[in-house]
């Protein structure tokens, strides 16, 4: 497994949690530049010695990333970075199989990441 080839993107959103601080109760509407840290594990290069295209995975995170939207309108669930790692795993692993990880910022010093592993 020589290699992990990680691709970042940022994105505006809004989000709040649901029954939080307890059940029944919603935390106060506000937002963040989340960070979505993708990792794929690479075990072949092709002849541009490029294991997985950058720009492609850019590309494709341009399309998915939900800019400048409120999470709550979009999900289904509480969109806590816990749960956005995990759905966009889902997502992303789709369109690029060698995924092994999704790293979900919601601030500088706090996120998630999401594995099999
Ligand atoms: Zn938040």
Known sequence: MPWIVRVRKKFQAAHYLTDYPKEGENEPLHGHTWMVECHFRVKELNKAGIGVD?????RFLDEILPDYRCLNDIFNFSPSAENVARYLYGVI?????????????????????????
């Open 54 to 58: 950058f720009v492609e995975v850019e």
């Open 93 to 117: 692993k789709e369109r690029f199989p060698q995924l092994v990880k999704v790293v979900v910022w919601e601030t500088e010093s706090g996120g998630a990441e999401y594995s099999e592993e």
